[in-house]
């Protein structure tokens, strides 16, 4: 997993539903890195049903996919998302777009 090889303390969450719940029951979690393509419940209904959580305002959310059109970019980020990383990934530019958030050093 990236996160762990920067340091990064983190968790998975099978699908989106699963992850909704886990930051639901501890809104502690600084970042998600959340795929647009996730199973029962898609990254921007996430993003969506995170954001209407007070608790998890500061949460910042990074969408992570294949999706790369303008437009998609677009939605996500009117739908919540505050940043967009394009599959594939590698640790830096994990790393980077984590620095531009002042969320590792």
Do not use: C
């Amino acid at each position: 997993m990236i996160a762990a090889d920067l340091g990064v303390e983190s968790e998975q969450a099978p699908d989106g539903k699963a992850a909704l719940d886990r930051v639901e029951r501890s809104p502690n979690f600084d970042i998600a890195l959340v795929d647009w393509d996730m199973p029962y419940m898609d990254g921007l209904e996430f993003v969506r049903r995170v954001r209407q959580y007070p608790a998890l305002a500061s949460m910042k959310l990074m969408m992570v996919t294949s999706h790369t059109s303008g437009r998609d970019v677009r939605t996500a980020l009117e739908q919540g998302a505050d940043d967009f990383l394009m599959k594939p990934l590698d640790a830096a530019m994990v790393a980077g777009k984590l620095r531009l958030m002042g969320l590792l050093e």
